[in-house]
């Protein structure tokens, strides 16, 4: 099926406008006020590029599923083919990984929704199909579909198309993910506005004591970049895909950041919003 995407005319903007939480049930979640950068990731941060071979291959992104930690869990490295490697680590207090799922699918379907996770980069959300089968486990509703968003990182907006693959497609056995105990959040990333992918990304989370921790891989740019669709590499998609191809210091520490506070912000009030969704009847 072919997904259609969102009129690239349409206009955005940051925060909330007033009225715009006019009526919504979880409009006292909105809190532009986010927490300072973890003091592990601004020292991640400090050290700069890390040596490649620290760093977890795509190939191997179902090792994370097994116990400790690895080389490389906060920072980023810089390959030669252009490409980059971003990993970061959230201790996320009285969440589960059945909550993590639950988001996944809540919030892509509304705008103010998706601006609740970072109110000083998201943009704009919409899920083609709405908000699917409601009966079916979480991750179901998710998994095997595109959420098209805007958003900043760093200072740069970007129209993106984030496709939701099945946790076992890069290598993680799903009988082993329980929602109570461990989800992996996995996803091609690519534009919206245009027929190209440049990136993939991974959030496994566990339980650990006290709540969850969630693992958050990114792996874009160089050989990541790929026309999708059986789209023709064009001059004019060629263009767009030599601008993601060599991708450097300033963009993987943005990505960094950004990670990093958008999940530690929505660790600040996911459990109190899933513990207050209305389970039956409409939203």
């Known amino acids: ?24 049930w979880y409009a006292k979640y909105w809190n532009p006020v986010m927490a300072p950068l973890p003091e592990h990731i601004k020292e991640a941060i ?21 116990a400790g930690y690895q080389e490389l869990e906060n920072g980023y490295s810089l390959f030669d083919d252009g ?61 095997d579909g595109t959420s098209f968003v805007d958003e900043y990182v760093g200072n740069v907006p970007g129209r993106l198309a984030i496709r939701f693959v099945r946790p076992s497609r890069l290598g993680f056995d799903e009988d082993g993910l329980d929602p109570l105990k461990a989800t992996a959040v996995c996803a091609r990333v690519g534009f919206s506005d245009v027929p190209l992918d440049w990136g993939h990304l991974v959030h496994y989370v566990r339980r650990v004591d006290g709540g969850a921790e969630m693992r958050s891989r990114f792996w874009m740019g160089g050989g990541h970049v790929a026309a999708r669709g059986g789209a023709s590499p064009t001059g004019e998609l060629e263009k767009v895909a030599e601008g993601v191809r060599n991708l450097g210091d300033a963009q993987a520490r943005a990505m960094v950041v950004h990670c990093a506070q958008e999940m530690n912000h929505l660790a600040v009030f996911l459990p109190d919003l899933f513990d207050e969704f209305p389970r039956s009847g409409p939203e």
Do not use: I, N
């Open 46 to 66: 400090g050290l700069g590029p890390q040596a490649p071979p620290l760093c977890l291959r795509l190939d191997d992104v179902g090792t994370l599923d097994e």
């Open 83 to 143: 490409s980059m490697h971003v990993a970061t680590l959230t201790y996320m207090p009285g969440v589960s990984p059945e909550m993590v799922d639950w988001w996944f699918w809540w919030h892509a379907t509304e705008t103010q929704r998706y601006k609740l996770w970072y109110p000083r980069a998201h943009l704009y959300a919409e899920r083609p199909g709405g908000a699917g089968e409601q009966s079916a486990p979480y991750r179901e509703r998710y998994v």
């Open 1 to 24: 099926m072919t997904e259609s995407r969102p009129d690239p005319a349409r206009q955005t903007h940051l925060g909330m406008r007033p009225g715009e939480l006019d009526g919504k």
